[in-house]
T-cell receptor
Framework: NAGVMQNPRHLVRRRGQEARLRCSPM?????VYWYRQLPEEGLKFMVY????????ESGMPKERFSAEFPKEGPSILRIQQVVRGDSAAYFC????????????FGPGTRLTVL | RKEVEQDPGPFNVPEGATVAFNCTYS??????FFWYRQDCRKEPKLLMS???SGNEDGRFTAQLNRASQYISLLIRDSKLSDSATYLC????????????FGAGTTVTVRA
């Protein structure tokens, strides 16, 4: 049973470009969570999605960031007009249900903004 | 004030030693508690959940002190493979899917 898949593993963008991060949950999991880890800091919750629905986006910056989890295909975290402060590791997690179900993390995407 | 605070360490211990460390959380409404480990900034992996009565999993023992709002982790008979960053994680009853992570405590076990 494949784990949570994320791609790309490393992404380099110049300021002002767009970054698209993909996450495929574990088989049988319909709940996806995105977290961001800045250097020397803990992971910070960004958004919680189920298929075609955003359940909680309270951790998402108000501008430039968006997330989706379409009926078919992976979940996408999109960052428009990236700035240097967006450089971080972005982790996706999935769970079979919501609430207290254990979350399983993917290997992360390391975004570097030049 | 941070939601979850941890001593960053590092804790450098010889193989076979016992090492213990705590984390504190700020929100008294926190309901679920976990320890994750993270190797070299890779993905966090669940080590164990922490229950009110305390719990043990092999060489690892976790304790919860609700009155003082801290969680502890004790590792007995340390192995080289225990070298990692240990993340303290809590969530609230109201939205228990939203995990709050500490910045981690680094443990290095030397031969």
């Amino acid at each position: 049973n494949a784990g949570v898949m994320q791609n790309p593993r490393h992404l380099v963008r110049r300021r002002g470009q767009e970054a698209r991060l993909r996450c495929s949950p574990m088989k049988g999991h319909s709940h996806v969570y995105w977290y961001r880890q800045l250097p020397e800091e803990g992971l910070k919750f960004m958004v919680y999605l189920q298929k075609e629905n955003i359940i909680d986006e309270s951790g998402m910056p108000k501008e430039r960031f968006s997330a989706e989890f379409p009926k078919e295909g992976p979940s996408i975290l999109r960052i428009q007009q990236v700035v240097r402060g967006d450089s971080a590791a972005y982790f996706c997690a999935s769970s079979p249900g919501g609430g207290k179900e254990s979350q399983y993390f993917g290997p992360g995407t390391r975004l570097t903004v030049l | 004030r941070k939601e979850v605070e941890q001593d960053p360490g590092p804790f450098n211990v010889p193989e076979g030693a016992t090492v213990a460390f705590n984390c504190t959380y700020s929100n008294s409404a926190s309901q679920s508690f976990f320890w994750y480990r993270q190797d070299c900034r890779k993905e966090p992996k669940l080590l164990m959940s922490v229950y009110s009565s305390g719990n043990e999993d092999g060489r690892f023992t976790a304790q919860l002190n609700r009155a003082s709002q801290y969680i502890s982790l004790l590792i007995r008979d340390s192995k080289l493979s225990d070298s990692a960053t240990y993340l303290c994680v809590v969530s609230l009853r109201s939205n228990d899917y939203k995990l709050s992570f500490g910045a981690g405590t680094t443990v290095t076990v030397r031969a």
